[in-house]
């Protein structure tokens, strides 16, 4: 995978960078742009953590632990699936918002994993697509959205954008957004159908049936 330069070769160029924006722009602009420079990390640490695990298993054999702990680092998988279940979120009892959290994190490592092998295949000595940051823009008032292309070997370059809120830690991944389809979007649309036929409870079951029957 082409991704160019260290990670300590970005840090010193980010900061240098945002070194001479100081003396050029406002402090809001240099915020902004530091929160750019922040997030697109996030997003370049996050990809060269999942190609690192590709190279270290077939993507048929993945181990879903060693990839939600990727996940973990770079996503709030509470906050999305919080996002996601929407105004159900305040309905749910404890026991319904814990089972939830579990069964949603394994299901979405799953949904990752079945992405992989349609963007990047079952064959181990396949190279992996290349992966680029095109740019980041500010989003509302707390959201950064990164903007980046991958091109897998043997198909058509793919849009990809990544949504990332601030928080203490650090900027965090909260959407992915395929050639303009948001993850976000479709889970909340796809678990609303859910929720109106069978409540909290219903969604829980089928959440359980999914992520042990997978298709």
Avoid at 14 to 43: K, M
Avoid at 91 to 113: I, S
């Amino acid at each position: 995978m082409a991704f160019g330069g260290t990670s300590l070769d970005r840090r010193s160029l980010i900061a240098g960078s945002l070194g001479l924006l100081g003396l050029l722009l406002p402090a809001r602009a240099v915020r902004a742009a530091a929160a750019a420079a922040s997030a697109e990390e996030v997003v370049q640490r996050l990809v060269d953590q999942v190609w690192q695990v590709l190279a270290e298993q077939d993507v048929g054999e993945i181990d879903q632990q060693n990839l939600l702990a990727v996940l973990e680092e770079g996503t709030d998988l509470t906050l999305l699936g919080r996002l996601v279940l929407g105004r159900y979120w305040r309905q749910a009892n404890p026991r319904q918002r814990t089972t939830y959290l579990r069964l949603f994190r394994r299901y979405m490592v799953q949904t990752f994993v079945q992405r992989l092998r349609q963007y990047v295949g079952n064959d181990p000595d396949q190279p992996g697509p290349a992966f680029q940051v095109v740019a980041s823009r500010p989003v509302g008032n707390r959201d950064v959205l990164v903007q980046s292309r991958v091109l897998p070997p043997s198909s058509q370059p793919l849009r990809v954008d990544w949504r990332l809120r601030e928080r203490p830690g650090g900027p965090v991944i909260i959407d992915l957004i395929i050639e303009g389809i948001s993850l976000l979007v479709t889970q909340r649309s796809e678990f609303a159908a859910v929720l109106e036929r069978g409540g909290v409870d219903g969604l829980l079951t089928e959440l359980h049936a999914r992520i042990t029957q997978p298709t």
